[in-house]
């Protein structure tokens, strides 16, 4: 059994567990911004000034990402769920599609779609009195742009995550629910919300820990379309300019385990707060059987 | 008997109340339908036209089914016909990464549920974790890795790091954690089966559905990977194709106003087709297998 779990093993250890305590390791030494090294790496990458440039570039990120990734998805999802008719299931391939064009296609798609001379949303555009590109792409507006980028490359895929478990409800409850009276409304906030709750915990973790790692959409922009718009414009990218650029590896990796800690958090508390992956299985029940003999 | 004669006619009178908030809710998710689908569309039909015909003609128009032919042959004087390595790098890289993760994690599950070993739980806490946290959060240590073992840009280092997949070790540990009794593991044990051919004879030809589950996330969480490859190889002859996109960006004016006129003939159709041919492979395996990515991410949570 233990060659057999061997190889997995090998990989967990060589590219999980390894490269945390590299990190770890990596970080007192010596680099031009902390000559004589040691830990105080973590308070000199906190007192650069790009630091706080990109907390407040991915805190605004984060701020129009998370809730139209939450409010979006779940009202989606109920809305869904609601209606039953045979439609349901193109639209859902429909909303499936925008999954596909992530990172440099995203760079790419999104980019054609701000500029007017091309865009295919031209009218929209003009409404809102935009005719050049210039009054869009600017870095005050990166924060919604890449929020908009970041929410359309994966909002499908949610909407269609949840709509799965609330599949899972037992329709016992929702007949219930609807012989006391309840409207498809009331059903939804009151009763099938509160009965996917871990679901919405699950989704809000993923999506937060992803949200802090931003990086292709930004670095993209900056180096390849509009020069300079987006430099160290995320974690991320500050920590591959130190790494890279710099060769402050110190910086960087202490960076990487400040970024690294809300994500830990958040996964505990998923697997051990929710019982999303408490698994109730008959093989343990079996080894526990087994345990006895 | 009154009231069973009754709940019918009532759940019916319910179901169709509110008839104006049912037309919002329905105009509503045909509107974030269409939605969905412009970006798309845009990318499928703009290398279909010429450059004056994507500036020109309707954003959503069609050009010529030559214009894709064009623009392939275009691209293809990039750089010596680098595109064509590209693209076969990210299939050959993308092979071997669904190969091994779905092999490793297969395997690794089936230990995990059919085995007493030690440290069961820590391997399965680790695997959580690993599995909740975003893979680019590892990719400054892991450059310092693969520095030191010498396998910066070597495209092993990518196909290894990628091959890492605890939620396909997490997804086939629930698989065959549900479907496959203990007891089926008892009576072959107890018939001389070694712990292989559990595996070989018994959880193998019963995995069917996992392991197209497993070789589809692991593709779909590969094929458009940047972050790390893009760390890992410098040298363009060993990008993927995503890395290629971003290298036309930074060197061809097609979309970046900052690069000066060049003999290339890399122009906006050009650079649209180089991002079909990342985005189409995802769309197809999305729209063949929608049910399973409901399935996997839901997997382990769903107790009938």
């Known amino acids: 059994m233990i060659l057999m779990l061997a190889p997995y093993a090998f990989l967990l250890v060589a590219f999980g567990v390894l490269p945390l305590f590299m990190a770890v390791a990596e970080v007192p030494g010596p680099s031009l911004t902390n000559a004589d090294g ?46 039953t008719t045979k439609w349901g299931k193109y639209l859902r391939l429909a909303y499936i599609v925008p999954a596909s064009i992530s990172g440099a296609v995203a760079v790419l798609v999104w980019w054609a779609i701000f500029e007017p001379t091309i865009s295919p949303i031209k009218s929209v555009l003009s409404f809102f009195g935009v005719d050049s590109a210039r009054q869009i792409w600017q870095t005050e507006n990166l924060t919604y742009l890449i929020a908009i980028m970041a929410f359309f490359a ?8 949840q709509y799965g478990s609330l599949q899972n409800i037992s329709s016992e409850i929702i007949e219930a629910a609807r012989v006391d009276g309840c409207s498809a409304f009331q059903l939804a906030v009151r009763i099938k919300l509160p009965l996917i709750q871990k679901y919405v915990v699950y989704m809000a973790v993923l999506v937060f820990a992803g949200g802090l790692q931003i990086f292709v959409e930004p670095q993209l922009l900056n180096t390849g379309v ?24 110190g910086g960087a990796s202490a960076l990487s385990i400040i970024l690294l ?33 | 008997m009154k009231s069973t004669v009754d709940t019918p006619k009532k759940k019916k009178k319910l179901v169709q109340e509110n008839r104006v908030g ?41 050009g010529n089914i030559k214009g894709y032919l064009n623009a392939w042959n275009n691209l293809r004087f990039f750089d010596n016909g680098v595109i064509e390595k590209w693209v076969i790098n990210s299939v050959v890289f993308n092979i071997a990464i669904v190969i091994i993760a779905t092999a490793t994690a297969s395997l690794a599950g089936f230990v995990l549920s059919a085995s007493r070993i030690r440290f069961k739980r820590v391997f399965l806490i680790s ?27 070597n495209p092993l280092s990518v196909i290894l790091i990628s091959s890492l997949y605890p939620f396909g070790t997490f997804l086939s540990y629930i698989y065959y954690s549900t479907t496959i009794p203990a007891e089926l593991y008892e009576s072959a044990r107890l018939d001389g089966c070694t712990d292989w051919q559990l595996y070989s004879r018994i959880a193998f030809p019963l995995s069917g559905a996992l392991i197209s589950l497993l070789a589809f996330f692991a593709f779909i969480g590969n094929w458009a990977n940047y972050f790390m490859p893009y760390v890992l ?36 159709p050009e650079i649209a087709l180089a991002g079909v041919l990342v985005a189409l492979p995802i769309l197809i395996v999305f729209l063949l297998s929608q049910r399973r990515l409901v399935k996997g991410m839901l997997a382990g949570s769903i107790k009938e």
Do not use: C, H
């Open chain 1, 38 to 83: 040691g830990w105080d790496a973590f308070s000199i990458v906190v007192q650069d000034f790009r630091f706080p440039v990109a907390v407040k570039n991915v805190g605004g990120f984060m701020l129009y990402f998370i809730p139209m990734m939450m409010i979006t998805v779940i009202a989606m999802a109920l809305m869904l769920d609601v209606k």
């Open chain 1, 154 to 161: 994966i909002a499908g895929n949610w909407i269609l995550i």
């Open chain 1, 226 to 249: 509009y020069t300079g718009i987006a430099s160290s414009w995320s974690f991320d990218q500050l920590s591959y300019e130190l790494a890279f650029k710099a060769g402050d590896f």
């Open chain 1, 261 to 293: 800690i809300p994500s830990l958090i958040g996964a505990l508390i998923v697997i051990f707060k929710t019982d999303m992956f408490d698994v109730k299985t008959n093989a343990d029940k079996g080894a526990d059987k087994e345990l006895n003999v």
């Open chain 2, 22 to 62: 049912m037309f919002f809710v329905n105009s509503w998710l045909i509107f974030f339908a269409l939605i969905s689908l412009v970006p798309m569309a845009w990318l499928l039909l703009a290398p279909s036209k010429t450059d004056d015909q994507v500036t020109g003609n309707a954003p959503l128009s069609f």
């Open chain 2, 127 to 153: 695997t959580l974790i690993m599995m909740l946290i975003p893979p680019v959060a590892l990719v400054v240590p892991l450059f310092v890795l693969m520095d030191k073992v010498g396998l910066v840009d």
């Open chain 2, 233 to 268: 190889l410098y040298s363009s002859e060993n990008y993927t194709l995503p890395l290629g996109l971003g290298f036309l960006f930074n060197s061809t004016p097609a979309i970046n106003p900052g690069v000066g006129a060049t003999s290339v003939p890399i122009y906006k």
